[in-house]
């Protein structure tokens, strides 16, 4: 083993974070495994010195009174015959010599360090997105649409897929461009790398862009209390002022509307509607039907509303296809039966 395998370990310890004693006992461990299958030698020791530079390989056997299995025992009397110290149960080593060892050795060597490198990347890969994980990232498209309508982006840390369904309806996308993903999951299991989910879809990708792009949100003067989205439609986000001197929605939507648009621009034209919050029940559920007028609001039940609106709004506090009623319902928390007046 040259000059050459040390200078590695060194390497990879100061670039990868390896550290040098944890690839010695990959080296050597793999060392016995390549030894054994290429000599057929049962037992055997390996030691790497960084110091001096050098790999020894030992024979080992045990000192026993009856040989069954010359591979691995030795007789006491032939032990003795070495060091009269051996007893019985001792191990007898014996250093092998073989020309061949340092090709073997070099090979097995540079395998271990190859794997090292790919499990540090791994880990490091690994490290990186957990820190990341349920936050917004910058990315770029590398790849565009193949058939199942996946694209390739690269995060800054590795290349990963944004899946169809965690795409934005009806969004495409070009080589180059740059856009946002909130990082929803990152796993262990693959031995290539971590598996990591990405999504536009999620309600909690609209939170951070608030989060990013308000201010008083980042300084904890506005709160977001609760999201829900319909992704490439509409989403419905409810705020409150911990200040009397902040409006809430105000400092969302900005100067001529300027902070909320970077938003809808990110998210290609989706509405956003940004509604007081209230601890009260009946005024946050009548907010959360905006745009919609309403007449009165009556609990029914734990968590049901009866909801009264003026005839001609029905529709729109319904929205098509139901979806005002069904965002903000699941906005408040509760059921929303709504009639016109």
Do not use: W
Not at 48 to 77: G, H
Not at 109 to 119: H, L, S, T, Y
Not at 258 to 280: F, H, N, P, T
Not at 285 to 302: D, Q, R, T, W
């Amino acid at each position: 083993m040259n000059q050459e395998f040390f200078n590695a370990l060194d390497l990879l310890e100061k670039t990868k974070g390896i550290p040098k004693e944890y690839m010695i006992e990959k080296v050597e461990a793999a060392l016995i495994s390549a030894f054994k299958k290429e000599y057929g030698t049962a037992n055997v020791r390996v030691v790497i010195n960084p110091e001096k530079k050098d790999v020894k390989v030992y024979e080992c056997r045990e000192v026993v009174e009856t040989v069954e299995d010359p591979a691995t025992q030795i007789s006491l009397e032939d032990a003795k015959a070495i060091s009269r110290r051996y007893v019985l149960g001792a191990m007898v080593e014996k250093e092998v010599k073989t020309k061949t060892f340092g090709r073997l050795s070099a090979q097995t060597a540079k395998q271990v360090i190859i794997q090292g490198i790919r499990e540090a990347e791994r880990q490091g890969m690994i490290r990186e997105y957990e820190k990341k994980k349920e936050e917004v990232i910058t990315a770029i498209v590398t790849k565009a649409a193949d058939a199942s309508g996946d694209i390739v982006i690269n995060t800054g840390t590795s290349e990963a897929v944004l899946p169809y369904d965690e795409q934005i309806p009806g969004e495409t996308f070009a080589v180059d461009d740059r856009i946002k993903v909130f990082v929803t999951e990152v796993r262990r299991e693959s031995q290539a790398g971590p598996i990591v989910t990405l999504s536009r879809t999620h309600p909690n990708l609209v939170k951070r862009l608030f989060e990013m792009e308000i201010p008083e949100i980042q300084d904890g003067t506005v709160i977001i209390h609760n999201i829900s989205r319909e992704a490439g439609s509409r989403s419905k986000i409810a705020v409150y002022s911990r200040d009397e001197n902040v409006e809430a929605i105000g400092a969302c939507i900005g100067e001529r509307g300027r902070r909320i648009a970077e938003i809808v621009e990110e998210l290609r034209g989706e509405k956003i509607d940004i509604i007081e919050y209230s601890e009260d029940p009946c005024a946050f559920i009548a907010s959360a039907l905006s745009p919609a007028e309403v007449i009165n609001v009556e609990l029914v039940g734990e968590r049901s509303a009866s909801v009264t609106v003026p005839s001609d709004q029905l529709s729109l506090a319904i929205g098509k296809e139901g979806q005002n009623a069904r965002l903000a319902a699941r906005l408040t928390g509760f059921k929303i039966d709504i009639k016109g007046n």
